[in-house]
């Protein structure tokens, strides 16, 4: 531990050496763009609103009053790109002259849900998602706040083509299940890289959501700008800068389980409990922003012998150098610390923890992150981001009847990046830059090699080219070097290349097409582990291949006028190739182990399409899409294990605007996932393995805008999850949440 704090500290005070060097060179004294936006119909200044200039690196967010301003801006003719989530993107012309400075009063129009935001994950910088040539789903704040949403797991539920198995994050069904192991998306918090050191997977406890702006998921392989991991897409996590003024903001939560429908279902008599709390504060003095937060929850569990109870810390630093040189600095932690096992006892008692089951043994992590960015404009055509993150993963088995520790592992992960943004001239733009990962599994009994080292080391490409003022070029590759200590040889250079293009035809239609490659290098627990689970054995491999992804993708958007209202249509037709997928071979009657392989080739062909828009008269908001598949294992000719071939989602917004001025608010979530035709027979080792239904999950929530009522800033949600209480399993042998009810507070003052 304390080589990790000293690497990280000294790491950190390196990368702001540097900055304050490069930083002290003199600033550019041109014009500035400032105003004040607000919304289009109340009347009230928006916080949060994103003013970019387009094809250029500067912009501003607007602060509590509504207010922005631009500096440093060269004498020109320029677009802005203004943006919020819930809004409609606008587009507006500026001149800017030297020594002056344009004033502007900005409008924008509600929207509903899906918007024209502008997005920073799909080509690592900010642009419009309509320039994107990729499918991306983006949630806001509001969004997550509504729904109490507590883990990022729980946030992608909501989003069209995706679905949550465990630890399994499937993108138009490129995941399934693997144990656990090898995320086949890669996640980013505030771009920096969340997958662990040994297992490559995603510890979603560790982000921090309470302090969380937006989540940006960009859909099909992603591996030419972002690497490893990048098969099925990428999620970006994307944190809020500390406030301009001083904030203070709480939110706490209570509720419980419903009891089960069936009696042999019910081992207890009460009703389970759950909750929460966690506070922040943000303030910006002088050159310096700080937003630092706390956080607790606990749950009964929905089952026997699962409760667990976690805690969380969160800080974030924004520092400016200077009016084009500025820095963050984020750290998280988090711990857990709940009863552990890992399947039910069988159907007819599905909520009973498996026979043997010790309460008093406790399954306790503690994730740990550090990192920095440093952002510094040269000029107005050439900018750097550098980035330097640490990442640390404790997991302990305890038992408190005896205060002994059975099973210790420990890995860190230690990630840095260079990126460079060229713009030559208005239409031709480049990002380029150099990755280096290092993983390293400290201890763990799980593996047979003593501290197994994995290092990844890439450089990266992408150039956009707009021959047109209304189509957009992108071209580009990434290229991976895999390494592997103790003698085990490496998957070598791993080439991702990748091309796409947007072409907007008008202001309602949009199209896009795109091109691109994925890998994920096996882990070190792939590689290394070996393990005995119960009469079962696991054992190591380090042979394997990385996996590979093509992704292939047209689509577009059409905006139309419906009942009188604003709607919009957004389609793709996509086709994902893979090979050499690692799945775990599974044991048999002659066979007792188990064994991470590269033995699947697969396909996976679709269509999606969404409709977003308002019912007359703004009475109410209405989304729906639906994600048809056909996933088919090559090498068997089959059904791919663990793909559903249908996802379905739908929400329903009603404003309640005659009531109380607007005040109150029903909104309604349907999710439908198809069942798994194909999965592995584990009824050897798992009773009623083989269990599974459609899913079909309806959420409710009623929402009060206290500050409407009574003039106090609070927002006060009833949740019901699960409303109609179906029973289903998201993997094998395991019943999913049943119905729950909370009520929240969300306060900010």
């Keep these: 531990m304390s080589l990790f704090l ?38 009230t200044r928006l916080t949060g609103v994103s003013v970019r200039v387009e094809g250029r690196a500067l912009g501003a967010y607007s602060n509590r009053e509504g207010q922005f301003l631009i500096k440093n801006v060269p004498a020109d003719s320029y677009t802005l790109l203004v943006s919020l989530v819930g809004y409609e993107l606008k587009k507006i012309p500026v001149v800017v002259r030297q020594g002056e400075a344009t004033e502007l ?25 309509q320039d994107v040539p990729v499918s991306i789903t983006t949630v806001d704040a509001q969004g997550l706040q509504q729904r109490n949403i507590t883990r990022v797991d729980d946030a992608l539920r909501y989003i069209p083509g995706v679905y949550v198995a465990r630890d399994q994050v499937n993108i138009r069904g490129s995941s399934g299940f693997s144990l656990g192991f090898g995320s086949r998306v890669s996640m980013f918090l505030d771009g920096f890289s969340m997958l662990s050191a040994d297992g490559g997977d995603v510890k979603f406890d560790v982000i921090p959501m309470f302090n969380v702006e937006r989540i940006e998921v960009v859909k099909g392989a992603g591996s030419a700008l972002y690497g490893t991991g990048a098969l099925g897409g990428v999620i970006n996590v994307i944190t809020a800068q500390p406030s301009e003024l001083p904030e203070f903001r709480f939110r706490g939560f209570g509720g419980a389980y419903t009891l089960p429908r069936y009696e042999e279902w019910r081992w207890r008599s009460t009703m389970p409990l759950l909750g929460g709390a966690d506070v922040s504060y943000s303030q910006k003095i002088g050159n310096v922003g700080v937003l630092a937060a706390i956080g607790w929850k606990g749950n009964d569990g929905y089952v026997d012998y699962f409760d667990n109870w976690q805690a969380n810390a969160f800080a974030k630093a924004s520092i400016e150098f200077s009016q084009r040189a500025t820095m963050n600095i984020i750290f998280s932690h988090a711990y857990d610390n ?85 713009i030559l001239d208005k239409s031709l ?167 991470f392989i590269n033995i699947t080739r697969a396909r996976i062909t679709g269509i999606e399409v969404g409709i977003t828009g ?28 663990y793909r559903s071939t249908t996802l379905w989602y739908s929400r329903l917004i009603l404003p309640l605007s005659f009531v109380a001025s607007g005040a109150f608010q029903l909104q309604a979530d349907y999710r439908f996932q198809s069942r798994f035709d194909e999965i592995d027979d584990l009824s050897v080792a798992i009773r009623d393995a083989t269990a599974r239904v459609p899913i079909h999950v309806v959420d409710a929530r009623l929402i009060v805008n206290m500050a409407q009522l009574a003039s106090f800033p609070a927002l006060l949600t009833l949740n019901v999850r699960n409303l109609l209480d179906y029973y289903y399993t998201e993997i094998i042998g395991n019943l ?14």
């Excluded at 540097?18 to 607000?38: E, Y």
């Excluded at 924008?108 to 998602?129: E, F, H, M, W, Y």
């Excluded at 290092?455 to 003022?469: C, N, V």
């Excluded at 009475?619 to 090498?635: K, N, Q």
């Design 429 to 595: 733009l480049f990002t380029y830059g150099i990755n280096a990962i290092f993983n390293m599994i400290e201890r763990s009994p799980i593996v047979v090699a003593e501290a197994p080292t994995q290092f990844i080391g890439a450089a990266y490409i992408q150039g956009e080219y707009k021959p047109l003022s209304n189509l957009t070029l992108t071209l580009g590759s990434r290229f991976d070097i895999e390494q592997t200590s103790n003698g085990v040889q490496g998957s070598g250079l791993i080439i991702s290349p990748k091309a796409g293009a947007t072409w907007v035809l008008s202001e309602e239609t949009q199209l896009r097409g795109s091109i691109g490659a994925g890998f994920r290098a096996p882990t070190l627990t792939e590689r290394f582990a070996a393990l005995r689970f119960g009469s079962f054995t696991v054992a190591p491999n380090q042979n394997m291949r990385s996996e590979r992804s093509w992704s292939f993708e047209i689509g577009g958007k059409q905006a139309f006028k419906l009942f009188g209202q604003d709607w919009t249509m957004d389609g793709a037709v996509f086709n994902n190739e893979f090979t050499d997928l690692v799945e775990p071979r599974l044991p048999s009657a002659t066979n007792p182990q188990i064994q």
């Design 105 to 129: 009063e900005i409008k924008l129009r509600a929207q509903i849900l899906r918007t024209n935001d502008v997005v920073v994950s799909a080509g690592k910088r900010a642009q419009a998602a």
């Design 614 to 641: 308002w019912l007359p008269e703004r009475f109410a908001g209405f989304e729906t899409s639906l994600t048809l598949m056909s996933p088919i294992d090559l090498g068997l000719n089959q059904i791919l294990k």
């Design 736 to 749: 999913a949440p049943t119905r729950h009810i909370t009520l929240q507070v969300d306060m900010k003052l």
């Design 6 to 43: 000293r690497f990280c500290g000294t790491s950190l005070f390196l990368l702001v050496a540097v900055c304050v060097v490069i930083s002290a060179q003199g600033t550019l004294a041109q014009g500035t763009i400032k105003g004040v936006i607000t919304d289009n119909e109340t009347g």
């Design 338 to 422: 709940r009863t552990n096992w890992t399947f039910w006892r069988s159907l007819r008692e599905a909520t009973r923890a498996p026979l043997g089951t010790n309460p008093a043994e406790r399954f306790v992590s503690v994730k740990t992150m550090l990192a920095a960015d440093y952002r510094d404009v040269f000029d107005e055509n050439f900018f750097m981001t550098a980035r330097l993150g640490a990442y640390r993963t404790d997991f302990t088995t305890l038992n408190q009847a005896t205060a002994g520790t059975q099973i210790a592992s420990v890995a860190n992960a230690l990630n840095g990046e260079v990126q460079f943004t060229s």
